[in-house]
């Protein structure tokens, strides 16, 4: 991206860009829309909409399904489930980097709800703020949908472990039970089952309110 074009258009206001490409670019991408990029100074952050969350995780049997083992994410076995969000979820993969050197310096996992509001999922490897804890991994690239493919590829490959687990609060482990609950299917297969009554997945998460994600979220 051209530097000159950043320093006279987004010195001080983000300028966002609902539809710059296709998501389809990206490895392992169905049902993926557009990327979205939000440029002020020398930040370009990339917003995805998720069609599915990938759960790399340790499960175990809870009331005759599979739900998620936060606390022993470290553990085996590994499953794969892909959740679906719920209709009234929009969720997003947000990566910014840091120009010119073309590296990632945040990523973040967002819910938004109807209105507008933000929220921090039920799970770990989550910060307060809904920053992902991404550990050590070359994002550098010679392009942008380099860097931007990299952390996607990340992001899918990644095992959701037992870090900062309780960051969500106390109730982050049953919560994340609750929400994410996949039925076993004779002969083969899962079932992803809804929130039950008395729950939504706003009352799940943990609300949050992050400047950076307010000014550089392109929904």
Not at 44 to 68: D, E, H, W, Y
Request: with cysteine; glycine share 6%.
């Amino acid at each position: 991206m051209d530097q000159n074009i950043m320093s006279r258009f987004a010195v001080d206001n983000p300028i966002k860009v609902n539809s710059v490409m296709s998501a389809a670019i990206l490895p392992e991408s169905p049902g993926l829309g557009n990327i979205g990029l939000s440029i002020k100074r020398h930040n370009v952050a990339a917003t995805i909409r998720l069609a599915q969350l990938p759960l790399r995780c340790a499960f175990k049997m809870k009331s005759g399904n599979m739900v998620p083992d936060l606390k022993n994410g470290n553990s085996d076995p590994e499953f794969v489930m892909n959740w679906v969000p719920p209709n009234n979820m929009r969720l997003y993969f947000m990566v910014n980097m840091i120009q010119p050197a073309m590296s990632v310096d945040v990523q973040f996992l967002v819910a938004v709800d109807p209105v507008g509001k933000h929220y921090r999922l039920p799970l770990s490897n989550l910060y307060e703020d809904s920053r992902m804890c991404h550990g050590v991994y070359d994002y550098s690239g010679s392009t942008l949908i380099d860097v931007i493919s990299k952390a996607w590829t990340q992001f899918q490959k990644s095992r959701w472990q037992s870090d900062l687990v309780d960051r969500g609060g106390a109730s982050s482990v049953s919560n994340s039970m609750e929400m994410f609950k996949f039925k076993p299917l004779e002969p083969s297969g899962f079932e992803q089952l809804p929130i039950k009554d008395g729950y939504t997945w706003e009352s799940l998460s943990t609300r949050i309110s992050s400047p950076f994600i307010t000014e550089h979220i392109v929904l």
